[in-house]
């Protein structure tokens, strides 16, 4: 099934990047390819830059291109069955991305006040090591 699953990514990847001329279908990315066991379906996971109003553009022009992507598969892969596929639009990569700009964002803040504070722990460690040790005998 990972094979499978591997090839249809694969050609699908390739129909849609360099062979697909809907202009609806811009910045999209297939992350991955589920194939069930049956080989009867498959949904594939796409990433797709941009807005929201953009995504959903894009995601129908995928949809209206759906028979000729998988008549690509039935030229290029030897299977019993071709899958029906399907499209999903996988958040991942956009909250990542979202993720790493606030990080980015709580960074320099928090390397100004981090250096404030170790320093001055180092500080105060400091002036309890100059306290004689053999005071208190």
């Not at 071709?82 to 990080?103: A, N, R, Y």
């Amino acid at each position: 099934m990972a094979k499978v699953a591997s090839a249809v990514r694969q050609v699908v990847s390739k129909a849609i990047l360099f062979e697909l001329r809907d202009p609806r279908v811009t910045g999209v990315t297939v992350l991955n390819v589920e194939v069930a066991a049956d080989l009867r379906t498959a949904k594939v996971y796409v990433s797709i830059l941009g807005d929201e109003k953009a995504a959903k553009l894009s995601l129908k022009g995928l949809e209206a291109a759906r028979g000729w992507i998988q008549s690509r598969i039935v030229d290029e892969l030897d299977l019993r069955l071709t899958p029906v596929l399907s499209f999903v639009i996988d958040p991942g990569v956009k909250k990542s991305i979202e993720v790493s700009k606030l990080l980015r964002e709580i960074t320099p803040m928090a390397d100004s006040g981090e250096e404030t504070a170790v320093t001055d722990d180092v500080e105060e460690l400091d002036d309890d090591d100059e306290s004689p040790d053999g005071e208190e005998e």
